[in-house]
Structure formats: structure tokens, C-alpha cells
């Protein structure tokens, strides 16, 4: 049996077929009868994202337990994880804004334009993240709103303990409804990505498909850059190991996420290489499945390279604020997407929908989501392994008692 992944790049290279064959006299022939099917599941996702979103952070907040027994631990993994996410996200942008992938590439969208409007001031910006009505958060989709209030509620639940159990197991039930309707919404995703994708190809030509090559070259070398000059950093001055001996007692991790494209697959084995690398087994059983679970700085990365990708090709120059809004968007929604089947797609429909940049720019994203997938797997893991290797090393001297 043929696997998504595999569907959908084949209905990416069939779309792209139709497409050339279409031509420019076929353009109203697409728009009428294919596109329609690409509307349609876009809708299907946005229809899923507030309800996902709000659910899983909630349930993600409520997993880390009693607040104060995790406490020290849980604070320098926590900082570690969304420090290294946002750097990610970063990179990722800086390397979209000098590889350029969407360049040249002209995209008509109605109503765009109207994104790139003045920026806020950064206090703004801040003051905008807390709602004052959570509804009407979730109304208009303000992701960064959605997040702030699960946040709390999420906090506020883990605090009130037994007493809110009926109000957890309620929306751990709408977390799992949720995680069963993106599945399948996905399995329609090989149509929808015909549709979204046929009607381009009929109206720009051959041009718009050099730019995903270019997409792909940036993801990867962010992943490499990544890896070698952030994790290998932080191995070497504050975990006093040398990297290149840590990266290749976690190399069978690594190879199976790069394979298997899953974090959860890949833990156990995460979990075994940083114990022989020393790491004691109450850290790593604690920091391996909250990273496997949270920290996405591979996909953070593929984040930062696509938003901006996205906003080149519909010619929309981001704003500074706009950009902030990308950075704490994706770094709190790597919470959020916690355990989400096809979670850096996720993640890519949140960031786009909070910058008002449109979601059908993610389709030409989608067909090439598994190549993109492989190295961020493998980066997101090897994150995983950096933070509970630098977090076993500060607590060592630290423990005078178990934790559980």
C-alpha cells in the first residue's frame, strides 16, 4: 500500500503534467473545474486548525505535570528547547532572504497586498498576543492569541489538579476528535494538492518550479547549519564534549529519523545512544519524549525558509513586525503541534494564517514535504539529544534526591 508522503508527490507531479499541458488557454478550464478541489480541502484545514490547535497545547501544557515537581529541570529544558526553536526560525529567514527561493515568481492573489501593510510598533505587536475576548480569538483565527489562552488554560488546570480532570479528559477527547479529522482531511491531500497546484502551473509555466528547488537547497543546508554551528557550540563550551564524538554516538537516532521521518519512531533509540553517552536515565526518560513531543527546531528551520518563500512568489515584503510575528508564532506553535500527523504542514498553515499571507501557497509546499521532512526529522532529534545531554551535565552536581 502506497503511503501519503508518496500520493502526494505523485499528485504534485501530475499536477504539474496537467498543468504544462494546459497551458495558458487552459487557465479558465483549471480555475472552473480543478481548483475547486484545492479550495476545498484548504478549507477542510482551516475548518480544523483553531479547534487542533487549541486542544493540543492545552492537553501538551497539562502532560508536563505538577508544575513544582519538575521545576528546575523543567525550566532549563523549556529554555533550552524554545531558545534553540526561535534561533531556528531565524536562520531559516535569514537564509530565505539571501537564497531568494520565491524570487521571480508571480503569484496573483487577491487581497494580499493588503499584508503588507505598516509595521506596528514591537510593543504592539506584544500587547496584540493577549486577547481580550478568547473568542473572538477563535472566530478570526488569531493564532498567537489561541496559543497565549490555551497557555493559561492549559497552566491553570495543571494547578487546580484533580477538580479540573472532567474539564482535561473533555478537551483531551476534542484533542483526539481533532487529531482523527486531520487524518482525514490528509487523505484527501493528494487531490487537494492537484487542484491547488494545476491552476498555477496552467498560469505561470515551467518558472514556478526552479524556486522549490531552491526551497529544498535552503531547508537543508539550514538543518546542516544548524546542527553543526548551534548544537556543535553548545556541546562544546557548555557540555564540554567534544561534537563530533556526541553526533556520532547519536548517528543510529539520527539515521532512523532521516528514514522513518517520525520523532516518536526515532525516541527509543534516542533514548539508549544518550545513555551510553552518559546521560542518566531519569533525565533522559524526562527531556527525550518532552522534546520528541515540543522540539521542532528542523521544522522551525523549514518554517522560516517557507513563510518567507511564500510571501516572495505572492510579492509581499514582510514587515519587521510581521516577521516577530513568525518568529513567536512558530516557536509556540512547535507546542502546539505536538504529536499532529503532518505537524511542519500544521505549523506552516498557523504561521501563514497569522501573517495574512494565503494558505494556497503552502500546496506548492506540500508535494515536496517529505524530502523537506527528512532533515528536520533528524534535526529536531538531534536537539532532542544536545538539551537532555546539557541538561544531565548541569544537574549532575545538582540531584541529591530522585526526581519521581
Request: aromatic share 6%; glycine share 10%.
Amino acid at each position: 500500500m502506497m503511503n501519503l508522503s508518496t500520493k502526494i508527490l505523485i499528485a504534485l507531479g501530475l499536477g504539474i503534467i496537467a498543468g504544462l499541458e494546459l497551458g495558458a488557454d487552459g487557465v479558465d478550464l483549471a480555475k472552473t473545474w480543478i481548483a475547486p478541489f484545492g479550495t476545498i480541502f484548504m478549507n477542510m484545514i482551516k475548518m480544523i486548525i483553531v479547534p487542533l490547535v487549541f486542544s493540543s497545547l492545552v492537553i501538551g501544557v497539562c502532560s508536563l505535570g505538577d508544575v513544582k515537581k519538575i521545576g528546575r529541570i523543567g525550566a532549563k529544558t523549556m529554555a533550552y528547547y524554545l531558545g534553540t526553536t526561535a534561533f531556528a526560525i531565524v536562520l531559516g529567514l535569514i537564509l530565505a532572504i539571501i537564497i531568494q527561493p520565491g524570487a521571480g515568481v508571480n503569484m496573483p492573489a487577491d487581497g494580499v497586498k493588503a499584508a503588507a501593510k505598516a509595521a506596528p510598533p514591537i510593543m504592539k505587536v506584544i500587547i496584540d498576543i493577549f486577547p481580550t475576548n478568547a473568542m473572538e480569538a477563535m472566530l478570526k483565527a488569531n493564532m498567537l492569541q489561541i496559543i497565549v489562552f490555551s497557555l493559561f488554560i492549559g497552566i491553570g488546570i495543571s494547578m487546580v489538579g484533580e477538580r479540573a480532570e472532567y474539564l482535561k479528559r473533555t478537551i483531551d477527547g476534542l484533542a483526539e476528535v481533532s487529531y482523527k479529522i486531520v487524518g482525514m482531511i490528509m487523505n484527501f491531500a493528494p487531490i487537494g494538492v492537484f487542484g491547488l497546484i494545476t491552476p498555477v502551473v496552467a498560469a505561470n509555466g515551467p518558472s514556478v518550479l526552479l524556486p522549490l528547488l531552491k526551497v529544498v537547497i535552503a531547508v537543508y543546508l539550514g538543518c546542516l547549519l544548524h546542527a553543526v554551528i548551534v548544537y556543535g557550540a553548545m556541546l562544546q563550551f557548555i557540555g564540554k564534549i567534544s561534537p563530533m564524538k556526541f553526533f556520532k554516538g547519536i548517528a543510529p537516532a539520527q539515521l532512523l529519523a532521516f528514514t522513518s521521518c517520525s520523532s516518536g519512531g526515532s525516541l527509543p533509540v534516542n533514548m539508549a545512544c544518550v545513555q551510553k553517552l552518559g546521560v542518566s536515565k531519569e533525565i533522559s526518560s524526562f527531556v527525550l519524549p518532552l522534546g520528541a513531543t515540543i522540539n521542532m527546531d528542523g521544522t522551525a528551520v523549514y518554517q522560516g525558509v517557507c513563510a518567507l518563500f511564500i510571501a516572495q512568489i505572492y510579492g509581499v515584503d514582510l514587515t519587521s513586525g510581521q516577521l516577530l510575528t513568525v518568529i513567536l508564532t512558530g516557536t509556540l506553535a512547535s507546542i502546539g503541534t505536538a504529536g499532529v500527523p503532518g505537524a511542519g504542514f500544521i505549523m506552516l498553515t498557523m504561521i501563514l494564517t497569522a501573517i495574512g499571507l494565503p494558505l494556497e501557497g503552502s500546496a506548492l509546499i506540500a508535494g515536496i514535504d517529505r524530502i523537506l521532512d527528512m532533515p528536520r526529522t533528524c534535526v529536531n532529534i538531534t536537539g532532542d539529544a544536545t538539551v537532555c545531554y546539557l541538561v544531565d551535565k548541569s544537574e549532575k552536581e545538582n540531584i541529591k534526591e530522585p526526581l519521581f
